[in-house]
């Protein structure tokens, strides 16, 4: 008999598992809530130095990397990369929670992905195309990183619906939206190009486009959505009482089908 069903047939009083400061669903409302607040603030900021210094850095020509030499813009970017990996470890520690990651690659790509933000923050790129130094090698790997490794952590996580239509919903824009992320990850690579392969042929006809900029913010409100929309399922399942005892209640696609 579980601890539930003693507690409800009164042989025992149910007690709630505190082995860890954020167990029950108070740890996850608190788990989600930090989610979608640094989240939407760091997205919010980086919207913020698209309006406030479009002369320094074009938004939809120049990637937002190269804000990291703009006076006034370098601390505000650096801080706002900081809180959307903090974004990520919250998610991932709500996940891991509600049973969510039971994928080892899940796992993996979704602490990749946080530390290659924490890296894109610390190692500025060089203040030009091509790559000089050592901070501008760690800064391009990392992002070439995260740009991947979040939309296919979702991928990995979803699983055949088996819930009622509010989880296949969910699930289905989760899907919906990894994919259209990758797109624009594809997309953005292809208008780097010319950078990264000036020789190749069709090249100049792509430089030409100078559309890198606004493919890459793209990518980014692409990855919001898959926070805010996994973050904002976990924090409605806390908040109604459902169970997120890792038996499948908080995986939007419910058990393995």
Same mark, same amino acid.
């Given at each position: 008999?579980?601890?539930?069903?003693?507690?409800?047939?009164?042989?025992?009083?149910?007690?709630?598992?505190?082995?860890?400061?954020?167990?029950?669903?108070?740890?996850?409302?608190?788990?989600?809530?930090?989610?979608?607040?640094?989240?939407?603030?760091?997205?919010?900021?980086?919207?913020?130095?698209?309006?406030?210094?479009?002369?320094?850095?074009?938004?939809?020509?120049?990637?937002?990397?190269?804000?990291?030499?703009?006076?006034?813009?370098?601390?505000?970017?650096?801080?706002?990369?900081?809180?959307?990996?903090?974004?990520?470890?919250?998610?991932?520690?709500?996940?891991?929670?509600?049973?969510?990651?039971?994928?080892?690659?899940?796992?993996?790509?979704?602490?990749?992905?946080?530390?290659?933000?924490?890296?894109?923050?610390?190692?500025?790129?060089?203040?030009?195309?091509?790559?000089?130094?050592?901070?501008?090698? =760690?800064?391009?790997?990392?992002?070439?990183?995260?740009?991947?490794?979040?939309?296919?952590?979702?991928?990995?996580?979803?699983?055949?619906?088996?819930?009622?239509?509010?989880?296949?919903?969910?699930?289905?824009?989760?899907?919906?939206?990894?994919?259209?992320?990758?797109?624009?990850?594809?997309?953005?690579?292809?208008?780097?190009?010319?950078?990264?392969?000036?020789?190749?042929?069709?090249?100049?006809? =792509?430089?030409?486009?100078?559309?890198?900029?606004?493919?890459?913010?793209?990518?980014?409100?692409?990855?919001?959505?898959?926070?805010?929309?996994?973050?904002?399922?976990?924090?409605?399942?806390?908040?109604?009482?459902?169970?997120?005892?890792?038996?499948?209640?908080?995986?939007?696609?419910?058990?393995?089908?």
């Amino acid at each position: 008999m579980s601890r539930q069903d003693r507690g409800t047939s009164g042989q025992e009083r149910a007690v709630p598992d505190r082995g860890w400061v954020l167990s029950g669903s108070t740890g996850m409302v608190l788990l989600t809530s930090l989610v979608i607040f640094a989240s939407v603030h760091g997205a919010g900021t980086i919207l913020y130095l698209a309006f406030r210094f479009p002369a320094e850095l074009d938004p939809v020509a120049e990637a937002i990397s190269y804000y990291a030499y703009v006076d006034g813009a370098r601390v505000r970017f650096t801080v706002a990369l900081l809180e959307m990996a903090l974004a990520g470890a919250a998610l991932t520690l709500a996940l891991l929670k509600a049973g969510a990651l039971r994928r080892t690659s899940a796992l993996v790509l979704m602490n990749t992905w946080c530390a290659g933000v924490v890296l894109v923050a610390l190692f500025p790129t060089d203040d030009d195309p091509r790559i000089l130094s050592a901070s501008g090698v =760690i800064h391009q790997v990392a992002g070439a990183s995260l740009f991947v490794t979040l939309p296919f952590a979702v991928l990995l996580t979803l699983r055949e619906p088996s819930g009622g239509p509010q989880p296949r919903r969910v699930a289905t824009t989760l899907r919906w939206a990894a994919i259209t992320t990758l797109a624009f990850a594809l997309a953005y690579l292809t208008a780097r190009l010319p950078d990264i392969a000036p020789d190749w042929s069709l090249v100049s006809a =792509i430089g030409n486009l100078a559309l890198g900029g606004l493919l890459q913010r793209l990518l980014f409100a692409g990855e919001l959505v898959l926070l805010l929309v996994l973050a904002g399922w976990l924090f409605a399942v806390s908040r109604s009482g459902a169970p997120l005892d890792g038996d499948g209640a908080g995986n939007p696609a419910g058990r393995d089908g």
